[in-house]
């Protein structure tokens, strides 16, 4: 099990804000993927803490999947700045 730091573009975050049903629907779209295991959103950094038994690689790889679909979902669009370990 290995614990990620996302850092999103197009949510808002770039303006000072945050566009809820955004990181709300990415976060459905998260979860949903194979092999993640958990999925949260904290405010203060405006990052997504990802819990994860894939690699790196195929994390990377579910996490763009999940902000296509969201995007697609929303109209809007969004893109993975960072995919970072966290202790």
Do not use: W
Request: hydrophobic fraction near 35%.
């Amino acid at each position: 099990m290995q614990n990620y730091k996302v850092n999103v573009e197009g949510m808002g975050f770039e303006y000072g804000t945050v566009c809820v049903p955004c990181v709300f629907a990415f976060m459905d779209e998260m979860k949903k993927q194979e092999g993640i295991e958990d999925v949260s959103f904290v405010i203060t950094e405006k990052l997504f803490y990802v819990t994860s038994e894939c690699g790196h690689k195929k994390t990377e790889k579910r996490t763009a999947e999940a902000l296509e679909k969201a995007g697609l979902r929303l109209g809007k669009d969004f893109r993975m700045v960072s995919l970072t370990v966290s202790c």
